[in-house]
């Protein structure tokens, strides 16, 4: 089978599953909260980001989950809830968990997260991007949440993907079959390169991704909190108790 025709049967796959889950929902109800959505930012740390940047963009993930749009979204239902995790990446062989999964169900908890990014130290990593290696990372870390009815990934970069499996050769590893991954692209800006195009071609996947584009650091946070608004435009479920009996 040509690539081209895995990357069609994983789209239809997914477009299939999407469509039961919209058609079903109205009619859902619930006995106990459900997971409407995973998840997981994975943050690029390598060579690249200098440590003035680092700190702009854990504090700016801590100051995104906390702006008042993004928070109304998070916590949007009642019956529903988002699950979130949030990892760095650099080269192939450098993954930190920052965040374990947590199902984000009250302004207490987002806080609590916030705070636990903004108390994040760099250690020494591997000074290369590998992209191909955090995607994979990112699915194997949504898999752990089979029960949550989409699951997306939100990679931040500021550049091409220089060590490792390919991120074209990842995107089509069963594993990222159902996932979602959007790009929040640092330096989409720069002159002579094309940072957007790159992980539209190459990071991309699913219905619906797409990419985000803050010109530096320093617009990071209006960047993520643009993203995660999109992101969590999804299916927003409440509680409707079953019609009486006739």
């Not at 025709?5 to 106990?32: K, N, Y």
Request: glycine share 8%; net charge negative; aromatic share 6%.
């Amino acid at each position: 089978m040509s690539v081209w025709g895995a990357i069609g049967r994983v789209v239809m796959r997914s477009f299939t599953r999407a469509s039961l889950i919209a058609m079903a929902a109205p009619h859902i109800a619930f006995s106990q909260p459900q997971c409407r959505q995973a998840l997981a930012l994975g943050l690029d740390v390598s060579g690249s980001v200098d440590l003035q940047e680092y700190r702009l963009q854990l504090d700016g993930v801590a100051a995104a989950l906390q702006s008042p749009k993004v928070v109304e979204k998070l916590l949007a239902s009642k019956d529903t809830f988002i699950e979130l995790s949030v990892y760095e990446w650099s080269g192939p062989g450098h993954q930190r968990l920052l965040q374990g999964w947590t199902a984000v169900t009250s302004r207490e908890v987002i806080t609590d997260i916030a705070n636990t990014l903004r108390g994040v130290e760099r250690i020494p990593v591997d000074p290369s991007t590998g992209l191909g290696r955090a995607m994979l990372y990112g699915a194997d870390a949504l898999a752990q949440r089979p029960d949550c009815w989409s699951h997306s990934l939100d990679l931040s970069g500021d550049g091409q993907s220089n060590s490792g499996i390919h991120p074209q050769d990842a995107r089509i590893d069963p594993a990222l079959d159902n996932v979602v991954v959007n790009a929040l692209v640092v330096g989409a800006n720069v002159p002579g390169r094309d940072l957007t195009a790159y992980f539209e071609a190459y990071v991309l996947h699913g219905i619906g991704s797409f990419t985000m584009q803050a010109s530096n650091f320093k617009e990071f946070e209006t960047a993520m909190i643009k993203k995660l608004l999109r992101e969590m435009q999804g299916i927003v479920v409440s509680y409707a108790p079953p019609p009486a009996d006739q």
